[in-house]
Antibody, heavy 120, light 108 residues
Framework: QVQLRQWGAGLLRPSETLSLTCAVY????????WSWIRQPPGTGLEWLGE???????NYNPSLKSRVTISVDTSKTQISLRLNSVTAADTAVYYC??????????????WGQGTQVTVSS | SSELTQDPAVSVALGQTVTITCQGD??????ASWYQQQPGQAPTLLIY???NRPSEIPDRFSGSSSRNTASLTITGTQAEDEADYYC???????????FGGGTKLTVL
């Protein structure tokens, strides 16, 4: 069974860069898309972007200028970088495996989540 | 439109049936998936492709779709079903993903 384990810095100052890594255990990166999703306190889910196993990416237009998702196939890891963070970027960040088949898209499994707080 | 709209809160009596809906233009062209989120936990997949259920999900959870609305129905609601529920689909361009705002289900 595929499991996702994620880690990264949990406390950032404004203007710093958020950096998180998600490791895939029990499976490969092939044939899937890999997404980052966040959840600000007390609110809903926001999709940040995705990377295919060939390295091509799609990003949420509202964050496109600040977000970068990359993949290290040798380590079966996916990474997220978000530049110039502000307090509005405070959230729990999740990685998730995405399946896109024709017009079907779903996320399973999800990582355990990483709390990131931006505060001066 | 790239938005999915859900009722913020719904309540149901223990053992009864409840339906949670998700509306959006993207659902005319893309299938919905549904997620359950318990407090302090990551979301988990409940339904994909509008109505398909992973094998580990109890059959009291079902999904359906009509035009621009996807629905999640819980039949014989249990106390442990009290949680937040989110719908999701690709947006109308197909290049991005959107989530509904979530529905908080209270079991009375």
């Amino acid at each position: 069974q595929v499991q996702l384990r994620q880690w990264g810095a949990g406390l950032l100052r404004p203007s710093e860069t958020l950096s998180l890594t998600c490791a895939v255990y029990g499976g490969s990166l092939s044939d899937y898309r890999w997404s980052w999703i966040r959840q600000p306190p007390g609110t809903g889910l926001e999709w940040l972007g995705e990377i295919k196993d060939n390295g091509s990416t799609n990003y949420n237009p509202s964050l496109k200028s600040r977000v970068t998702i990359s993949v290290d196939t040798s380590k079966t890891q996916i990474s997220l970088r978000l530049n110039s963070v502000t307090a509005a970027d405070t959230a729990v960040y999740y990685c998730a495996r995405a399946m896109l088949v024709a017009k079907h898209n779903w996320f399973d499994p999800w990582g355990q989540g990483t709390q990131v707080t931006v505060s001066s | 439109s790239s938005e999915l709209t859900q009722d913020p809160a719904v309540s149901v009596a223990l053992g009864q049936t409840v339906t949670i809906t998700c509306q959006g233009d993207s659902l005319r062209g893309y299938y919905a998936s549904w997620y359950q989120q318990q407090p302090g936990q990551a979301p988990t997949l409940l339904i994909y492709g509008n109505h398909n259920r992973p094998s580990e999900i109890p059959d009291r959870f079902s999904g359906s779709s009509s035009r621009n609305t996807a629905s999640l129905t819980i039949t014989g609601t249990q106390a442990e079903d009290e949680a937040d529920y989110y719908c999701s689909s690709r947006d109308s361009t197909g290049d991005h993903v959107v989530f509904g705002g979530g529905t908080k289900l209270t079991v009375l």
